[in-house]
């Protein structure tokens, strides 16, 4: 048997390679757009990927299992699902044999009424499973959120009531040393305590895992159906999408922009989307830039604060450029129109924004005319400790809620330590037109070490 597992830092998101070596026969498990690294690997392997299983229709990332439908492959998914291409519906505890290697598919809804999780056989007689790949049921230290389909009509106690049955009725039912693969870790927005680890096992999620723990089906509806962060803006647009016919990733090299050329498609409503660190970005950008730095969860927060109809134009280093894109392309959005290389353009094109220090930050607190202090962090962190008098509108949340924000004073916005910060400020002065928005240097971070 080989299992491997693919952990992307950048979405929080885990799929997995499983392989039969007797009979090079393979799948995936809710692979990501950009297939190469799982092709390379079975090439090297010797095994040849005939299966994608799709634990779900996924909400935070464009799932793989049309790209490897070009090239041969089939689909598959719980009998539940209901997709508009070709994919073969498995029943609850229907098998499908690799050879040796042998696969479970459990229907386990919750998260999602389609939701399956894949116990996985090293032989056909096994009496117990090696493996089990969770999908969004069952992380480590978390569950899975039930009200991502609210908007469609699900109401998440219903769903979080078949999540509390999927977990003690199907998935504590397994042996106690059987391996948990989910399909998140930390960071994601699937869930709300989500362990850094990557992996577990049933025993230990049925003794460590607070919420999985609940075993009162009652109390276990109302902890996990209140409390839940604000979905990005655009998980309901990937939900939809990955359950229909799209185009495949596009491979073709990104257009080269002139300043000109820029000016004109931002004209016709396009986004300049600089990529580069809050610090640059700071120094130096094309008016009415939108800044979302790559080392941070990009794809996430440009999905958050971008729509996805709208046409993007990248802005940074050149070695940014394509990973950008790439980032991009993994979350659906495929309207970029080009790039334009930082380094080309003559400085007297860009414009610098301010930003404070603590020491200046309450120094302009002590004016009359009081700047607006703005906190984009999420309800969470907030109440770990906040700026006195500051107004708390998470990022995500942010494009919606513009109209709650005054435009009579400056508008200082922070965050934990700077980089959503600087996302909100670009926002708030590509929305409302005044560089009278700044952000706070290293934010709530830098203020609590001060205070």
């Known amino acids: 048997m080989i299992l491997e597992q693919y952990y992307l830092q950048c979405l929080s998101q885990a799929s997995y390679l499983i392989g039969d070596e007797t009979t090079g026969r393979a799948v995936v498990v809710d692979p990501r757009r950009d297939i190469e690294d799982y092709l390379q690997d079975a090439e090297q392997l010797g095994l040849d990927i005939e299966l994608v299983l799709e634990t779900h229709l996924h909400a935070d990332f464009l799932s793989g299992h049309l790209e490897f439908a070009a090239l041969g492959a089939k689909i598959g998914f719980g009998s539940l699902a209901e997709p508009e291409f070709p994919a073969r519906l498995f029943d609850d505890h229907e098998r499908y044999s690799l050879g040796e290697v042998t696969l479970e ?14 116990a996985v056989y090293e032989t056909p007689d096994s009496l117990t499973p090696y493996a089990v790949c ?31 049955d999927s977990l003690h009725a199907k998935l504590f039912t397994l042996p106690d040393d059987t391996i948990v693969y989910p399909a998140h870790g930390a960071g994601s927005a699937c869930g709300k305590n989500l ?40 998980f309901s647009y990937d939900a939809k999408l990955n359950g229909q016919i799209r185009a495949v ?12 050329e820029v000016d ?18 700071a120094a130096g950008h094309l008016p ?89 962090r999420g309800p969470g962190e907030v109440a770990e400790g906040a700026i ?26 922070y965050c934990a330590g700077g980089y959503r910060s600087s996302i909100a400020a670009s926002i708030l ?8 928005v700044v952000d706070l240097v290293g934010g709530y971070s830098a203020w609590a070490e001060a205070s």
Do not use: C
């Open 105 to 118: 598919i459990m229907h386990t809804p919750g998260h999602t009424p389609e939701s399956i999780s894949i």
């Open 134 to 164: 969770t999908g969004d049921t069952l992380f480590v230290g978390d569950v899975g959120r039930p009200d991502l389909l609210v908007s469609s009509g699900w109401s998440k106690f219903e769903l979080a009531g078949m999540l509390h």
């Open 195 to 234: 362990s850094s680890e990557t992996w577990s096992t049933i025993g230990a999620q049925k003794r460590d895992n607070l919420s999985a723990r609940i075993s009162d089906r009652e109390e276990f509806v109302a902890s996990i159906s209140e409390g839940q962060a604000t979905q990005p803006g655009y």
């Open 249 to 260: 990733r596009d491979h073709a090299p990104l257009q080269a922009l002139s300043l000109a």
């Open 264 to 281: 004109q498609i931002t004209s016709s409503g396009a986004v300049v989307l600089d990529v580069r660190s809050p610090e640059t970005f």
């Open 288 to 376: 009415g830039a939108i800044n979302v730095g790559l080392e941070g969860r990009f794809a996430e927060f440009a999905g958050s604060v971008i729509d996805p109809e709208t046409p993007i134009v990248l802005f940074g280093e050149t070695d940014q450029l394509s990973e950008a894109r790439t980032r991009l392309s993994r979350i659906g959005y495929d309207h970029v129109a080009g790039s334009l290389v930082a380094g080309s353009i003559d400085m007297a094109n860009v414009v610098g924004t301010e930003r404070l220090t603590v020491s200046e930050l309450k120094g302009r607190l002590r004016e009359d005319s009081a700047p607006i202090v703005l906190d984009v």
């Open 388 to 413: 006195e008098g500051s107004v708390n509108i998470p990022l995500v949340e942010l494009l919606l809620r513009m109209n709650e924000i005054g435009t009579n004073n400056d508008i200082v916005v």
């Open 429 to 436: 002065r590509s929305q409302i037109a005044s560089d009278a």
